[in-house]
């Protein structure tokens, strides 16, 4: 049995192997995001749609964890174990301001679990077009989760 951080930290590790991935900024969609997109419901054939929960429902698969199946960030608040405090590679969901829809959340994994001037660093999928790292106001975290 592996431990809760062993967890996070694979799926940190395989999120790391997809680093540079980007949309193509064209008509014509990446391969790779499309391929993400598989791994929801969805089944989105655009990287013009939101991905960022395709891309963690595609790393959760890659390390056997099941996923929520689900393109709306938002349902990773019920997914896996809830925990205090971010620790490195598990999910961060964030809330998004969009006065159209109240539930408008991003999902990412933790890329590292110290908190400076109240920001976050994350490594995730459409972050600015892409699998890259950001940083994000921690007063937008609306929960952290394990896989187990």
């Not at 929801?40 to 964890?65: G, Q, R």
């Not at 938002?74 to 809830?82: A, P, R």
């Not at 660093?121 to 699998?131: A, E, I």
Request: net charge neutral.
């Amino acid at each position: 049995m592996i431990t809760t951080e062993q967890a996070c930290a694979k799926m940190h590790d395989a999120a790391i192997k997809e680093l540079g991935i980007h949309e193509s900024g064209t008509a014509t969609s990446t391969a790779r995001i499309i391929e993400y997109d598989q791994h929801t419901a969805l089944k989105a054939t655009s990287d013009h749609v939101a991905w960022c929960s395709s891309f963690i429902n595609f790393i959760s698969d890659e390390c056997s964890f099941p996923g929520t199946n689900s393109a709306a960030a938002i349902n990773w608040l019920t997914w896996g174990k809830k925990l205090k405090e971010p620790i490195l590679g598990c999910i961060v969901v964030l809330k998004r301001d969009d006065s159209q829809n109240p539930n408008a959340a991003h999902v990412t994994l933790c890329d590292h679990p110290n908190i400076a001037n109240g920001m976050i660093r994350c490594l995730g999928g459409n972050q600015s077009g892409g699998v890259k790292v950001s940083r994000y106001p921690t007063k937008n975290v609306l929960g952290y989760r394990s896989p187990i």
